[in-house]
């Protein structure tokens, strides 16, 4: 069974600039999940989706974060413009149903870098 | 306010050296715990799942517990390939899943 896939694996850009991460998930998974993970930090959830539908964007910094699933199977993430601050790594990660209770299946990561 | 604290940020052993993780917990409705590993550059891979106190859980020489405020992730005889980051996560009655910081692991041959 494939994994979760990431692209692209590592990105530098310059403050004020744009950006976007794709992500696809485990086949036939329902919930979709994007984390923002600060070097020597836990994962932060930004936004969960259900099918093609936002379950929680509470953490999901709305000025400058954008994120779609259209037809409920992969994603894109979009910061802009990107801050200093938004360096890290986003994971992408998919589960079955997402009802609650479920393992989450992450993917390798992007690194973003923001000069 | 939902929490997850993880203890110690670092731990360094000798390869053999038993030792436990600690996870604490302060969230409304627990509806699961899950342990993750993560090695540098990659993804979180997951180990555990706990629902309830008194529930454990083995994988080789990982053995994770659970009590109403806390998990451990026991460590017997780890070797160096063990040496990863250990996380913590909990999933609340709103679905939302929160992860602790980690625990830095570091097995010396």
């Known amino acids: 069974e494939a994994g979760v896939a990431q692209s692209p694996r590592y990105k530098i850009i310059e403050k004020r600039q744009s950006v976007a991460f794709w992500c696809n998930p485990i086949?036939?998974?329902?919930?979709l999940y994007w984390y923002q993970q600060i070097l020597g930090q836990g994962p932060k959830l930004l936004i969960q989706f259900q099918n093609n539908g936002v379950v929680d964007d509470s953490q999901l910094p709305k000025d400058r974060f954008s994120a779609e699933r259209l037809k409920g199977v992969d994603s894109t993430l979009k910061i802009q413009p990107a801050k200093l601050e938004d360096s890290a790594v986003y994971l992408c990660?998919?589960?079955?149903?997402?009802?609650?209770?479920?393992?989450?299946?992450f993917g390798p990561g992007t690194r973003l870098l923001v000069l | 306010e939902d929490q997850v604290t993880q203890s110690p940020e670092a731990l360094r052993l000798q390869e053999g050296e038993s030792s436990s993780l600690n996870c604490s917990y302060t969230v409304s409705g627990l509806r699961g715990l899950f342990w993750y590993r993560q090695d540098p550059g990659k993804g979180p891979e997951f180990l555990f799942t706990?629902?309830?106190a008194g529930e454990e859980k083995e994988k080789e020489r990982l053995k994770a517990t659970l009590t109403k405020k806390e998990s451990f992730l026991h460590i017997t005889a780890p070797k160096p390939e063990d040496s990863a980051t250990y996380l913590c996560?909990?999933?609340?009655?709103?679905?939302?899943?929160?992860f602790g910081a980690g625990t830095r692991l570091f097995v010396k041959a």
């Open positions: 706990l629902y309830s």
């Open positions: 086949s036939g998974h329902a919930t």
């Open positions: 996560a909990v999933q609340a009655g709103g679905f939302k899943t929160i």
């Open positions: 990660a998919s589960s079955p149903l997402g009802g609650g209770r479920e393992t989450q299946y």
